[in-house]
């Protein structure tokens, strides 16, 4: 009997773990280690919307940012949304994310939650969070291409990462990536690696909140219009 693609995202979770350096002022946030809960709600979302065996298309991310799946473990999903749209709640934490705020309403335009992830898988090629020290004892989220070094630091790991997440049963014909600039990165490592055919670039989710908020519903209609 074929492994459901819940079974292999949940394995894939369970077994991430970055040991690789990072450049000094940068770190590594791995919910599933650091929040016993992480891993029991990311187990509901994906046994209630991926326990099948059917392929999805593949939305790639950037990195997850600290307060939306470095907490869930449920990409572009704060704890609010989780609950709200998801129907699954967290008690071990309270998190409000930008992002997952755009990825909702967006996802509720479609059709809501079940049929988006009936079609739809989203990770990210570096699948962890990654924060910076602004100053002393503050962090903030970073991206993986916000230094030189970081991402040569990462790139083999990201590599490692996508190719997992195809072999867990996406489609790769055509892909959707969030972020101009993460798309200049993806477009590179796909040079490298070939794994993907078309890649549609979509503007990310935060910079449509922060910038472009009084348009958004045009920016929902292009998500909608590319899927």
């Keep these: 009997m074929e492994e ?3 079974d ?3 394995a894939f979770n369970r077994a991430l773990y970055y040991d690789g350096n990072l450049p000094d002022g940068f770190q590594v946030v791995n919910p599933f280690l650091d929040n016993p809960e992480t891993m029991l709600v990311m187990q509901q979302f994906y046994k209630k919307y ?11 991310g950037i990195n997850p940012s600290r307060h939306g799946a470095g907490v869930t473990g449920v990409p572009f999903t704060d704890t609010k949304r989780l609950s709200s749209a998801c129907g699954i709640s967290m008690e071990s934490a309270r998190t409000h994310e930008i992002s997952s705020v ?4 967006m996802i509720e335009a479609y059709g ?21 020290q602004a100053k002393a004892g503050v962090w903030v989220n970073a991206n993986y291409y916000d230094a030189p070094r970081l991402f040569e630091e990462v790139k083999d790991f990201m590599l490692s990462s996508l190719k997992k997440h195809v072999g867990m049963g996406l489609n790769t014909a055509k892909v959707f990536v969030l972020g101009k600039k993460n798309a200049k990165y993806i477009q590179a490592l796909n040079k ?3 794994l993907f055919g078309e890649i549609v670039v979509l503007e990310h989710p935060r910079y449509i909140q922060q910038y472009k908020s009084k348009d958004k519903e045009y920016y929902i209609m292009k998500y909608l219009n590319a899927f």
């Excluded at 809501?112 to 910076?132: E, H, K, M, T």
């Design 50 to 60: 991926y326990s099948d065996t059917q392929p999805r298309d593949f939305i790639i």
């Design 102 to 105: 755009f990825m909702y309403d």
């Design 112 to 132: 809501g939650a079940a049929d988006f992830y009936n079609r739809f898988y989203i990770n990210s090629p570096f699948p962890l969070a990654i924060v910076r």
């Design 4 to 6: 459901c693609f819940a």
């Design 8 to 10: 292999k995202i949940i």
């Design 192 to 194: 490298e690696i070939q």
